[in-house]
């Protein structure tokens, strides 16, 4: 009994995304995945002021919203050699560790929750029990009934209203939901408690870059905040005071309550342990430039490549083994469609060829999708959390392993277990508890700098185009929420000649390769149980456990 | 009535609970007891508009702006102001189910919901470049904007094109109005926009019944009726001739003009210096980085390169600029009238000396009759 | 000489004898003012809006020099606002030198061949200067276009000035201009056409020069008297 069936738009993530699936007897025997918005921002940028191009990149996506920033001005950095001041080493390392947090927080409270929270089963807990439940998980401080009550009424006056708003047509009541009320209860009110957190904890951004979404504050050659104890209008006492405060305020949320709920919710999902493994080659290209040295030396989370599941090898990454296959994706390039291109020399030519719309289902045999297909060595490759906590965790990492070990006793089993939808899950808790405890110490640092009356953010020596050589190629990586990203640029007189983004989401997103072997997405939806393939609970599920980010990964 | 008490009681809440929660609320809000009774009736006439918010090209800057909101924020604007309908980034169904929730709402509340739009709208080539649930996002902008009876658009890129917009349009991306001429459209460019305008427009529009005062490129004239500039913090170092000349300088630390550094501020109407962001805690200039100028109709274009003041000429390279181009033409011009003069002076080298003749003949000429000459 | 008028096509232009030989008085005396107000305000309008453009001076020594500098420019702006409309009287209701009627027609066919005969002058095609009163008619193109020039600079410099109250009936009377090509570009504008405006001087000055020692029509003294000697011979 072979169904193939559809899910556009994928909701709760960024962007565009769209899932087909072909479905026999309850389960998933193949899938492509598509991706259908596509603006061109390689090709605008092309000609531009590269000091300018951060500033374009950023809005790939608003809601990593620093990350291609960091690999803009990284790439351009690299193609002319610029060194930054460590102070504002530091001030990157403040801004990407918050992002990551809070992103995190995001992605678990209000994309993923209610793949596994019933809302409306909420409605039937106990408050007494729900307020026994939060007590015994952790000392946070919304554990009473009276305040599990005062939820529960809220929700229900919503209901009552007949408008469920966002929550019209969802999953309620699907086999698939497991948790009792209680736990419902609680995460609903955790979905309303993460909603407040999250908009306090990323100020860190606007005291460091005025603003988030969309930070401005990012220079070639340094950072735009200026740094003077005794001035009003620079990073002082006061304003590190605060972002002191937004820190272990994130801080006591994550460890009260994110990583608490991880550990409560998963034995009752313990089956997705088993559900969502890919291909299993795992990539991370290293960051958080941790001591003198800066960036890209002495990173806190190491780089590297983990191929086939084998955790006893961690290989080094070398950017040139990168390429990106256009095949089955609506671009052409100069040289045929079947070779794969390195950034450097890569193209975004755009040319659709799918259906014409309106249209049910796209031309699987051929291209159908805007993201492209990177390979690293030719392997596909997954990227995220989950790959930079087992690159970490193989490479034998302090914090991550211990973190890792405690999840996994916890839950009682063995590594095995991390590569699935439950495992991309918990590694992105794992590496949200981690970094949290982390950024203490770099702001620690930052201040411990500042004290040695060193108050420099920039280094202006190669600001100006006339100071820059004919031709320079460069190349910058940073490790964004999703996973390993990494920018490639050309630059002759003064101007952008090639700007080439290959994204977290591109290397999970995309499509298949000449050889026809599956993107990460495809491959992880492979044996998925479908319970009603007109609610497809199941395909969240596992797209969810990735945070795609399609604005992201088509640019 | 009691068709909203039945369902309340389907859900295991009674009259009595629902009462309590009222005050509960009013008590929250810090109003008197007598409100109880008001609260418990709007919750049950339940006014909330809905809304509808798309997504098309865009970065959801603007979406997750909106979950940086403060007054209200965006749980008790969802729970209690309006009925968010659709919004992919938030909602729970996916697919088919998520298409007829937004189907059901364009169909029940036809020229009643409120439209949102986040991302510029792609024209070229059909449409093809968005499509969601297989039709474009001109197809679905004109049924589901076309029946509102509002449009808000969000960011710049709504507005008028925002970052695809830019050169070369690769996807012939346009704004809202472009699609939608004639229709009643709030623009609320920024990149992303200022979620507090966003509120303060929703309520203007439940308070006042009509959407607010728009300025020529429909932007409210409350949050974009002046200039960054004029509102700026550091415009008096802007008229003292205090500016910052490179990156961490001492008027840099000083909080300095950044007009030096390509600051957008003069060219920029927005309420970023009075409003600031994330809940009035800062906002670009503040923070040390010029504006950029995000409001405004031809952003990105006109607004860049970053860093200079004023765009260069687009097809020219980087620094095609306004001085580079008219210091060729003053330049030219100079030696266009340098070599005439050179070529007549060589052309008519023979007639100089019976020039010099007449001339000394003219002044001998003059001065035997001086009074008629007078300046 | 290759082109001279006859007495017809003096117009109404008042002729007054010289005892010497024959002078004719051309500019009146407003035009004269208007040229040299028209001059100092463009020296004056450059230099302060070159310093807006960049601002070279930047010491605390002068406080307040930017807004000083915009004080000044705004001020030269609007005396160089009422010096061009002065003119654009002038262009009406003048005598004929100063008005519109000395422009050349292009329909008509001897003023066609007076223009080209200037070109040809102009290229090296021909050899000798023709003297003309009053302007030589390549001039008063030129001058229609420095016209022009002027009346975009007045309008983008009230439009920009008009920003600081959008509320206003300046923004009313001047922002449409936005509208067409956005704030930036006119900004961009008001910044080239002060080099177009240089591009002139040059053009201007030396052409005044060449044509006072070829033609000996004693132009330069003419904008600071009036009077220019009629070279009919
Ligand atoms: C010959 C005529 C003029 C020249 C050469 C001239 C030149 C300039 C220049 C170079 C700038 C700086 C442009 C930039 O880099 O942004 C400027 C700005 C400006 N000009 Fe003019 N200008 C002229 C006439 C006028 C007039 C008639 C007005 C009307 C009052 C005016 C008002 C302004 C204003 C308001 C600004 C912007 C000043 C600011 O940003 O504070 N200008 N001008
Ligand atoms: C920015 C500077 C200047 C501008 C914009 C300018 C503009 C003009 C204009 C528009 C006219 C036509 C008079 C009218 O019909 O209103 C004119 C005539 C004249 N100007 Fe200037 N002028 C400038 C500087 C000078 C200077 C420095 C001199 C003297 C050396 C000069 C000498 C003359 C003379 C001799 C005439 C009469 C030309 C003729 O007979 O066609 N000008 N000028
Ligand atoms: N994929 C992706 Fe991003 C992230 N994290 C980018 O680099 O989300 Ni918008
Ligand atoms: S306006 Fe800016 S923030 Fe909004 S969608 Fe466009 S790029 Fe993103
Ligand atoms: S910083 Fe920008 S907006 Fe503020 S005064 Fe200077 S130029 Fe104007
Ligand atoms: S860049 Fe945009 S956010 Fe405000 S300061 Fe300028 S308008
Ligand atoms: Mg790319």
């Known amino acids: 009994m072979a169904q193939k069936i559809v899910v556009d738009p994928i909701t709760r993530i960024e962007g565009h995304l769209r899932i087909e699936a072909q479905i026999e007897n309850g389960k998933i025997v193949d899938a492509w995945s598509s991706s259908t918005m596509f603006r061109g921002v390689e090709r605008i940028l092309q000609n531009r002021d590269p000091r300018d191009a951060w500033y374009y990149t950023q809005r790939f996506c608003g809601v990593c919203t620093t990350v291609h920033s960091i690999a803009s001005i990284r790439a351009v950095e690299n193609a002319l050699g610029i060194k930054i001041p460590f102070n504002a080493e530091m001030i990157r390392n403040i801004i990407m560790g918050i992002q990551n947090v809070q992103d995190h927080v995001i992605h678990f409270y209000h994309l993923h929750a209610l793949d596994w929270v019933d809302v409306v089963s909420a409605l039937n807990a106990d408050p007494a029990k729900t307020a026994a439940l939060q007590q015994s998980i952790s000392d946070w401080k919304f554990s009473s009934a009276d305040y599990f009550a005062g939820i529960q009424k809220r929700v229900a006056a919503f209901v009552g209203t007949g408008k469920l708003g966002p929550f019209t047509n969802g999953y309620w009541g699907h086999p698939a939901m497991k948790l009792p009320p209680e736990a419902n209860l609680m995460a609903v009110a955790h979905y309303l408690e993460a909603l407040q957190l999250q908009k306090e904890i990323i100020k860190i951004h606007a005291i460091l870059g005025s603003k988030n979404p969309h930070p401005q504050t990012f220079l070639v050659g340094g950072m735009a905040i200026p740094i003077d104890p005794n001035s009003q209008n620079a990073l002082n006492a006061d304003k590190i005071a605060q972002i002191k405060g937004y820190i272990a305020m994130a801080k006591e949320f994550v460890e009260q309550v994110y990583i608490p709920d991880i550990l409560a919710v998963a034995p009752f999902y313990l089956d997705w342990a088993g559900i969502g493994c890919g291909h299993k080659n795992y990539l991370s290209y290293g960051e958080f430039p941790d001591d003198n040295r800066g960036y890209p030396e002495g990173f806190w989370l190491p780089a590297g490549v983990i191929v086939n599941g084998d955790l006893s090898k961690v290989m080094p990454v070398d950017h040139k083994k990168v390429t990106e296959y256009v095949t089955h994706s609506w671009y052409e390039y100069s040289g045929g469609d079947g070779v794969g291109k390195h950034p450097w020399e890569g193209e975004t030519n755009w040319k659709y060829t799918g259906p014409q719309p309106p249209y049910e289902f796209l031309d699987t045999d051929n291209k159908y999708s805007w993201v492209k297909s990177p390979r690293y060595d030719d392997k596909p490759m997954e990227v995220g959390p989950l790959s930079r906590m087992l690159v970490a965790y193989a490479s034998g990492h302090k914090e991550v392993k211990q973190t890792v070990d405690f999840v996994l006793s916890q839950l009682g089993a063995g590594p095995a277990v991390l590569f699935s939808t439950l495992g991309r899950t918990a590694a992105r808790a794992v590496e949200t508890l981690i970094t949290i405890n982390k950024m203490g110490q770099w702001l620690d640092k930052l201040v411990a700098n500042i004290k040695t009356g060193d108050y420099s953010i920039h280094n202006g020596k190669l600001w100006e185009p006339e100071t820059w050589p004919a031709q320079a190629n460069g190349y910058g990586f940073h490790e964004a929420p999703r996973g390993a990203l990494g920018h490639w640029i050309v630059i002759e007189n003064k101007n952008i000649k090639n700007y080439q983004a290959v994204v977290p989401t591109t290397w999970n997103a995309g499509p298949r390769d000449p050889s026809g072997t599956r993107g990460q997405y495809e491959e992880a939806l492979i044996g998925t149980p479908i319970a009603d393939p007109e609610r497809p609970l199941e395909i969240l599920r596992t797209m969810h456990s990735f945070d795609p980010c399609l604005a992201c990964a088509v640019h | ?375 | 000489m290759a082109e001279t008028l006859n007495s017809s096509e003096t117009g109404g232009g008042r002729k007054f004898e010289c005892a010497a030989r024959r002078f004719l008085y051309i500019w009146e005396g407003p035009i004269r003012i208007i040229h040299w107000v028209n001059f100092f305000c463009i020296i004056i309008l450059s230099f302060t809006g070159w310093y807006i453009h960049d601002p070279f001076i930047t010491s605390t020594q002068h406080p307040y020099i930017m807004g000083n500098m915009r004080y000044v420019h705004y001020l030269t702006g609007v005396v160089f606002a009422v010096s061009f409309l002065a003119r654009s009287y002038w262009l009406l209701n003048g005598e004929y030198y100063a008005s519109w009627r000395m422009f050349p027609n292009p329909f008509d066919k001897k003023d066609r061949h007076t223009f080209w005969t200037f070109i040809r002058y102009y290229t090296f095609l021909s050899k000798d200067a023709p003297h003309i009163l009053g302007h030589n008619p390549v001039a008063v193109v030129a001058y229609i276009g420095l016209y022009a020039l002027f009346a975009f600079q007045i309008l983008s410099g009230f439009a920009l000035w008009s920003q600081a109250d959008p509320g206003g009936s300046l923004y009313a009377a001047t922002g449409w201009l936005f509208a067409i090509i956005g704030n930036q570009w006119v900004r961009w504008f008001h910044l080239l056409v002060m080099f177009l405006i240089g591009g002139f001087f040059i053009n201007h000055l030396y052409s005044v020069v060449l044509f006072d020692f070829k033609s000996k029509s004693g132009e330069v003294s003419s904008i600071f008297s009036g009077w220019k000697p009629d070279r009919r011979d």
């Open chain 2, 1 to 375: 009535m009691g068709d909203f008490s039945d369902l309340l009681e389907s859900h295991g809440v009674t009259r009595r609970e629902f009462l309590k929660y009222c005050s509960a609320l009013g008590a929250a809000l810090a109003l008197p007891l007598s409100m109880t009774a008001k609260i418990a009736e709007a919750i049950e006439s339940d006014t909330r508009p809905p809304v509808i918010w798309l997504e098309f090209q865009d970065c959801a800057g603007d979406s997750e702006s909106l979950l940086r909101a403060n007054r209200p924020t965006v749980g008790d604007l969802v729970l209690d102001h309006i009925s968010l309908d659709y919004h992919e980034t938030i909602m729970a169904a996916a697919g088919h189910q998520a298409e007829a929730s937004q189907q059901a709402t364009v169909e029940k509340y036809k020229g009643k919901y409120i439209c949102i739009v986040e991302g510029s709208i792609p024209t070229e080539a059909g449409g093809v470049y968005c499509t969601i649930g297989g039709r474009t996002a001109v197809d679905i902008l004109k049924q589901v904007g076309g029946n509102a009876a509002l449009i808000i658009a969000v960011g710049n890129c709504a507005a008028y094109g925002g970052l695809p917009a830019a050169h070369p349009n690769p996807t012939g991306a346009k704004g809202v109005s472009e699609i939608l001429p004639g229709k009643t459209i709030i623009n609320l460019p920024g990149c992303p926009m200022n979620v507090d305008n966003l509120t303060a427009t929703v309520v203007h529009y439940l308070t006042f019944g009509a959407a607010p005062a728009c300025d020529r490129h429909l932007r409210p004239l409350f949050a974009y009726g002046k200039r960054i500039h004029d509102n700026c913090e550091r415009r008096a170092h802007f008229d003292a001739g205090q500016y910052v000349e490179n990156w961490g300088d001492y008027g840099h630390r000083q909080g300095w003009c950044l007009y030096k550094m390509g600051c957008k501020g003069p060219e920029t109407f927005h309420n970023c210096p009075t409003l600031r962001w994330n809940e009035g805690l800062s906002w670009p200039v503040m923070a040390g980085h010029g504006c950029v100028g995000c409001s405004e109709p031809l952003f990105f274009d006109a607004m860049m390169p970053m860093y200079r003041r004023l765009p260069n000429v687009p097809g020219f390279g980087v620094e095609a600029s306004a001085v580079k181009i008219g210091t060729a033409i003053v330049g030219a011009s100079a030696a266009i009238f340098a070599a005439h003069g050179a070529v007549t002076t060589a052309r008519n080298w023979k007639k100089i000396g019976k020039a010099k003749a007449e001339a000394r003949e003219e002044i001998s000429h003059l001065n035997s009759d001086s009074d008629s000459e007078e300046s």
